[in-house]
């Protein structure tokens, strides 16, 4: 069955669901042109897909192929079946990867993905190929709020932008405005004009800069200024800056860089004006997890698997953090040998699976995303769950120094 989507936008479980299912599809090979990839847009009616799909598998019986020739109509009845489970498409529509992929020797084995999109799909599309088509899905995950970034003072500024969790740096130079001069009498106060008509014209392309790299950016909700000195509020406030984005400055900032360094400082110093974007939400979770980690005593946090599996199924957990870079499966296994029942956590489905106890071949009762059964297992005790990206600094510490697995706890058992 599909998934049920509230609205037009997906949940953060879905989010990590559907990134998690394009990562496995484009690693996908067909022998041939035997997977199908179809595209309904929320505006088509599912009977006029139906159609379709109909037509082409009375087309595929022209191949000549009998291999591909079944692979290809199997794959078109497929997802026919899937059609019926649909009155109408989602609010975003829905895509469907259906075919053979090659396994080992000439195996080959279908693969079925039903995917809700994030974003509206605009045009109905039925492709068959060696590989699926994912051109139209690629970016949709992408934050589309973003902040532009300026820091500057006399001698240097960069631009960067913010986007979700991660900073880009669009570009850094050098003012080449003289700071320092020893001249005296009528000297000095030309080479005081000069520095003054090189500050202006340093400005100028600092402003030209972010006209370029912001003005038609989409979703920029605003731009951060920062610098060590008086010259971010000169240049903030003497209308240097395109009217359209004077409009959008949020705020100026102290910091002590006009490097790309700088610009991770202007983001922390900005965290009252961004106070919910995701990056900021996520180095709170992780600067509250490492607070409570030092504790010697009373720590409220605990991390890694096996701790944090027992803490939620005796409901002591407040808030799971989960790490979205988390690639692991959760297998239920049952030994017909030894009579062993219990659960694994393994890198990825082996082709046997073998019992812990006894290592004979085991049964695979269950096969599950770790990050969705930890997901079902925190709902059933009334725990949040934050899905933390890879893509900041807390986020990456996540993952590789506490295993992508870590809780902050509701009371202590001291």
């Known amino acids: 069955m599909p998934e049920k989507v509230q609205g037009e936008t997906l949940t953060d479980r879905q989010k990590y669901d559907f990134k998690r299912d394009l990562e496995e599809i484009r690693t996908l090979k067909g022998r041939g042109t035997e997977l199908i990839s179809v595209y309904v847009p929320p505006s088509k009616m599912i009977s006029d897909v139906a159609a379709y799909l109909r037509d082409e598998f009375s087309q ?4 000549k192929s009998q291999g ?3 692979n290809v109509q199997g794959a078109i009845q497929s997802i026919l079946a899937r059609l019926k489970y649909f009155k109408a498409p989602p609010p975003n529509g829905v895509v469907f990867f259906v075919g053979e992929i090659a396994t080992t020797g000439d195996q080959t084995r279908m693969v079925q993905y039903t995917l809700i999109p994030p974003d509206p799909i605009t045009t109905f599309l039925y492709r068959c190929d060696s590989d699926f088509f994912l051109e139209p899905l690629e970016g949709m995950l992408e934050d589309k709020k973003v902040y532009g970034l300026i820091v500057i003072d006399r001698s240097e500024a960069t631009l960067g ?13 050098d003012s080449l405005v003289p700071s320092k001069h020893r001249m005296g009498g ?12 090189a500050a202006n014209e340093f400005y100028k392309r600092v402003a030209d800069m972010a006209t370029d790299s912001f003005l038609n950016l989409p979703g920029l909700q605003g731009i951060l200024i920062g610098g060590p000195g008086p010259t971010k509020n000169y240049f903030a406030d003497s209308s240097y800056l395109h009217h359209e984005l ?28 961004l106070y919910d974007l995701d990056l900021m939400r996520e180095k709170r979770l992780i600067l509250r997890l490492l607070e409570e980690i030092r504790k010697n005593e009373g720590s409220l946090a605990t991390y890694g698997e096996d701790e944090v599996r027992h803490m939620l199924t005796v409901g002591q957990v407040d808030t799971l953090l989960l790490s979205e870079g988390l690639r692991k499966r959760r297998l239920a296994l049952k030994c017909s040998s030894c009579g062993f029942e219990g659960s694994i956590t ?36 009334g725990s949040k769950v934050e899905l933390i990206s890879t893509e900041s600094e807390e986020g990456d510490m996540l993952l590789k120094a506490f295993g992508g697995i870590a809780a902050i706890l509701r009371f202590t058992t001291s």
Do not use: H, W
């Open 246 to 273: 004077q409009k959008k400055v949020i705020d100026t900032y102290d910091i002590g860089y006009t490097d790309e360094y700088g610009l991770k400082e202007l983001v922390d110093k900005a965290k009252e004006s």
């Open 161 to 173: 932008v913010l986007r979700g969790k991660r900073i880009n740096v669009i570009r850094n130079f």
């Open 186 to 197: 009528q000297s000095a106060q030309r080479f005081e004009r000069l520095i003054e008509i």
């Open 346 to 381: 393994v890198p990825k489905t082996p082709e046997v699976v073998r019992c812990p106890k006894c290592d004979q071949v085991a049964e695979v009762v269950s096969d599950v995303d770790i990050v969705d059964e930890l997901f079902e297992l925190a709902a059933g005790m």
């Open 68 to 70: 591909t020739r079944k």
């Open 60 to 63: 595929a019986s022209n191949i």
